[in-house]
């Protein structure tokens, strides 16, 4: 199968990408990246792009599945219209890509709490790019909804002292459906689903992520 990944550089999309390389089922894996990356592996193929000029580089979409883990904090973007830019406007301006290049297979990370009618802008901004996502009618579309990510090497200090808080909690049964969920799971569960063969839409919440990433796709 032939990947396309955006967002490889991030936490979750690195561990994707190098969880592909190691996977016999996938022969070709084309990353749309804004800077150079550092994997080294025959089977990646690195597009360096413009993501504000999709015209440029939408006819190099083309593949068996697409994964879209593409994301920022309002910290690192500096605003919210940077945020949003990142987080929907890139991701849709992918999907779009894709669907009209016949891509059948969409797998998309979005946020627990994702909903187009909150009044919190985060969930907000992922609940609309879900919505659109899902109006572009790919023949199979799954959504990942995970809760907290534990990213290896983070240097997020919030991020950081929320992990260690909740996982303090979890050993004593609370908030176990808040259990932080490593991003290497995530991706792993993400190549579970390009797997599993069907024609339909899917929501993967919190919890669930744990066991779909286990499930035996052959």
């Not at 804004?34 to 080294?40: K, V």
């Not at 990646?44 to 792009?49: P, S």
């Not at 992990?163 to 799971?185: A, D, E, H, M, Y």
Request: with cysteine; net charge positive.
């Amino acid at each position: 199968m032939k990947a396309l990944v955006i967002g490889a550089t991030g936490a979750t999309g690195n561990d994707l990408v190098n969880q592909l390389c190691q996977d016999p089922d996938f022969d070709e894996i084309d990353i749309f990246v804004r800077r150079r990356s550092d994997f080294h592996n025959e089977k990646v193929k690195a597009h360096i792009v413009d993501f504000d000029q999709p015209d440029e580089w939408k006819h190099l979409v083309k593949g068996d599945v697409v994964f879209s883990c593409l994301g920022t904090t309002l910290k690192t973007a500096g605003s919210k219209d940077n945020q949003w830019k990142i987080d929907y406007d890139y991701q849709y301006q992918f999907a779009k890509a894709a669907k009209e290049n016949q891509v059948d297979d969409y797998i998309l990370v979005s946020a627990y709490g994702a909903n187009p009618d909150s009044k919190i802008f985060y969930s907000r901004m992922k609940g609309e790019l879900e919505e659109a996502v899902k109006n572009l009618h790919f023949p199979k579309t799954t959504i990942f909804k995970p809760g907290m990510l534990e990213r290896k090497n983070t240097d997020r200090n919030g991020e950081v002292y929320g992990l260690k808080i909740i996982k303090f909690l979890n050993k004593f049964g609370f908030f176990k459906s808040q259990q932080p969920l490593p991003t290497s799971v995530l991706a792993k569960a993400m190549i579970v689903a390009s797997k599993i063969k069907s024609n339909s839409f899917s929501e993967i919440k919190l919890h669930s992520i744990f066991s779909f990433a286990e499930k035996k796709t052959q």
